[in-house]
């Protein structure tokens, strides 16, 4: 079955950065995307990117342009996601899912169990 | 950036009522719509995209309809397991965004 797993929960200070690695398996892990999505406190969703395993396309919002970046490791079946210059409105929930198109941004079908990163 | 509202923020019901939910796009997004459900503490999980096709493994009593600015998810003998917020997300462009989400809970 799909399993994608985050790394655990970080506590960070302002202006630091943080890395968040997502291991996928139960599918052919350069088959598909990996879209990056993130949950502040109480609040809704916000997609932050998406990044190609097939061949390292990534396609980010506007809003965390210069100050995001999202790689794969296909040898382990890993992605990971660095937000660097770290804010308060930082803290949030951070997910990878699979995304179903390796060309571009598509449909979202399985999600890790999120990362909790507090910026304090 | 396409906005996405969805109704009600807020909705009571009882197992077995059917529930409807609406969300409407600030321009056209075609069919590339998908609803997602999710419970506290818990990552989001799809139920339905482009619209209408239904997510493999998700129960038919979940439906999804409409196309260009408005779309409907439509839960149909609703189950306690289906008490949740869902969420609608459209994939039309970059970048993608999310509807504010409508918690479904008891009356």
């Known amino acids: 079955q799909v399993q994608l797993v985050q790394s655990g929960a970080e506590v960070k200070k302002p202006g630091a950065s943080v890395k968040v690695s997502c291991k996928a398996s139960g599918y052919t892990f350069p088959s598909y995307a990996v879209s990056w999505v993130r949950q502040a406190p109480g609040q809704g969703l916000e997609w932050m990117g998406w990044?190609?395993?097939?061949?390292?396309?990534?396609d980010y919002a506007q809003k965390f342009q210069g100050r995001v970046t999202m790689t794969t490791d296909t040898s382990t079946s890993t992605a990971y996601m660095e937000l660097r210059n770290l804010r308060f409105d930082d803290t949030a929930v951070y997910y990878c899912a699979r995304d179903r198109s390796t060309a571009e941004p598509a449909v979202i079908d399985y999600w890790g169990q999120g990362t909790l990163v507090t910026v304090s | 950036d396409i906005q996405m509202t969805q109704s009600p923020s807020s909705l009571p019901a009882s197992v077995g009522d059917t529930v409807t939910i609406t969300c409407r796009a600030s321009?056209?997004?075609?069919?590339?719509l998908n609803w997602y459900q999710q419970k506290p503490g818990k990552a989001p999980k799809l139920l339905i995209y482009?619209?209408?096709s239904l997510q493999s493994g998700v129960p038919s009593r979940f439906s999804g309809s409409g196309s260009g600015t408005d779309f409907t998810l439509t839960i149909s003998s609703l189950q306690p397991e289906d008490f949740a917020t869902y969420y609608c997300h459209h994939r039309y462009n970059i970048p993608q965004t999310f509807g504010q989400g409508t918690k479904v809970d008891i009356k």
């Open positions: 990044i190609s395993a097939y061949n390292g396309n990534t």
């Open positions: 482009d619209a209408s």
């Open positions: 321009q056209n997004i075609r069919r590339y």
